[in-house]
């Protein structure tokens, strides 16, 4: 039977800023993995990587926050939230952006709608937690259209400048993220979509 993995990149993807609170101050990351799962009551479920920072304040606190991305969004966000780690770098400082009625922060500038939630359930599910929420705030913010993968790479990532020489590093195989060095850590998470190590193919060597 064939297993060809590059199968589920053809799986939609939108983008969101997953924002929650560790006890001292907000914190939040780039996710791509979340669902609606039912009506009634209004539950959502969300992938996060369970390196990330925001996944642990989550498990331990139990409130998140989604805004949903809209492609007013500019390659700022995706800097600011998925290429540090709020364990190193406090992302909100400096930045006023409002809380919800839960009481964490959510980006209404670039994004189309606010999802509040709270923790019913944790699955572990390996590399991820999948966190199944209810909702208890639902809000749109603009009628601009969701950020998707495809328009992310095509309109918001930068492009390679032609001049460039080859470089040596590894590459994303899940969304392209292009790491440069000869070396890859063991523990390296790639900042966009979150997967580990094995997922990346070296390049240049």
């Known amino acids: 039977m064939a297993l060809d993995p590059t199968a589920l990149f053809n799986i939609s993807y939108g983008l969101y800023v997953l924002t929650a609170h560790d ?14 799962l039912t009506e009634t009551p209004l539950r959502i479920a969300v992938s996060v990587n369970r390196k990330n920072h925001t ?30 780690s709020g364990r190193d770098v406090d992302k909100f400082a400096g930045h006023d952006e409002p809380v919800s009625e839960n009481g964490l922060r959510y980006l209404p500038q670039v994004s189309n709608a606010l999802i509040s939630a709270n923790v019913e359930q944790v699955i572990d ?39 460039e020489k080859p470089r040596k590093g590894w590459v994303c195989r899940i969304c392209g993220y292009f790491h440069e060095g000869e070396e890859l850590p063991d523990d390296f998470v790639c900042p966009i979509c979150k997967h580990g190590k094995d997922d990346f193919e070296p390049v240049g060597f």
Do not use: W
């Not at 495809?150 to 492009?159: M, Q």
């Open 125 to 163: 599910c390996g590399t991820h937690l999948l966190f199944i929420a209810a909702v208890t705030q639902a809000e749109k913010l603009s009628t601009v259209p969701s950020m998707t993968y495809s328009y992310y790479f095509a309109n918001v990532k930068p492009k390679k400048k032609p001049e």
């Open 55 to 84: 996944c642990e304040a989550i498990e331990k606190d139990g409130r998140l926050n989604l805004s949903i991305l809209s492609e007013d969004a500019k390659m700022d966000v995706f800097t600011r939230f998925g290429f540090q």
């Open 23 to 36: 006890g001292s101050r907000d914190c939040g990351c780039i996710v791509n993995s979340v669902m609606q």
